[in-house]
């Protein structure tokens, strides 16, 4: 089949993984392609090489219907890779994680592009079951817009407490860093806030913005990551068929039982399980104590509204 417009915007196995300029980056994919790329940025592992250039005009111009589009939306560092690699182990249904054009639009909103960029996200190989996006702290920004173009998906908004979302984040100089740059672009930190600051108000930010989404998302539940790590059968159990996936019980207990769950989501050949993670976090929750109560601190006196947001949370959970 000729590389046409028309034939791009017609199948996922023409993915439109990103914008150079006025040009939509077109990558060859297959069903093994997406399966094995844990991230379609620029981890992605394409089913050939070959990217094509098309201009995003022209891609408009001939993109898809929208269909309904099943989201993972997630604060980062809460298994939100974990939980996202499960459900495709449920189904056959499509799974993206982390596109990366949706992600510049965080950045760089654009109308056109945006609605080009969800049609294209729509897309399925067949099947009743809507495709699933994980996508990643910086969408959090488009939530309004997300669920404008599609008031009746399907969503789940996975959080961590504020406490443990610290000691996910804090945990290295990197994740630091990656905080104060999301604070600042996002959250509204000032230039020079420290790490508790910062940390506090991207995760208000957050926690504000999935409130906000539950309201104009009735399908859409939250989850709080803890739980799901605790319980992964029961959390696959209850989600899964919220989410447009099969919930068969025999299915989900292998899962849980299998190396999914006892390898490092993001790096398959890495042995980890929730039993290290708890070993960690017990860790860090003796080496942040100090940084853990300035944390609190930040929180308490930016947010007269966190019983609020608390409730709302809670109200909505899986």
């Given at each position: ?37 844990i ?26 219907v ?100 610290a ?32 940390l ?51 299915r ?40 853990l ?15 609020t ?10």
């Amino acid at each position: 089949m000729s590389l046409t417009p028309a034939a791009i915007a017609a199948s996922p196995d023409h993915y439109l993984h990103s914008f150079e300029g006025a040009d939509g980056v077109i990558v060859p994919m297959d069903r093994a392609a997406y399966a094995r790329s844990i991230f379609l940025d620029a981890r992605i592992f394409p089913a050939s090489e070959g990217a094509a250039l098309v201009p995003a005009v022209v891609l408009a111009e001939v993109a898809p219907v929208q269909r309904t589009t099943a989201w993972i939306f997630h604060v980062a560092h809460c298994g939100s890779t974990l939980l996202a690699r499960a459900l495709e182990a449920l189904s056959s249904s499509l799974v993206l994680r982390e596109p990366m054009a949706l992600r510049q639009l965080a950045f760089s909103h654009d109308p056109v592009r945006f609605r080009l960029v969800l049609a294209m996200l729509s897309r399925r190989y067949g099947g009743d079951e809507p495709t699933l996006v994980k996508a990643n702290v910086p969408v959090n920004a488009l939530l309004p817009a997300i669920a404008a173009a599609d008031p009746a998906a399907p969503a789940v908004f996975l959080h961590l407490g504020l406490e443990d979302y610290a000691l996910a984040v804090l945990r290295s100089p990197q994740h630091r860093g990656w905080v104060r740059e999301m604070a600042a672009r996002f959250a509204g930190a000032p230039a020079g806030a420290g790490d508790p600051a910062s940390l506090a108000a991207l995760w208000l930010w957050q926690m504000r913005a999935f409130a906000a989404a539950l309201d104009a998302l009735p399908q859409a539940r939250t989850l709080d990551a803890e739980r799901f790590y605790a319980d992964p059968a029961r959390t696959l159990a209850a989600l899964a068929p919220r989410l447009g996936r099969p919930a068969d019980p025999a299915r989900i207990a292998e899962v849980a039982a299998g190396p999914l769950f006892n390898t490092y989501s993001k790096r398959p050949g890495v042995a980890f399980d929730n039993a290290v993670r708890l070993e960690r976090r017990s860790l860090l929750l003796r080496d942040l104590d100090r940084e853990l109560a300035q944390v609190r601190m930040a929180a308490d006196r930016s947010a007269a509204d966190l019983a609020t947001l608390a409730a709302r949370i809670g109200a909505a959970a899986i």
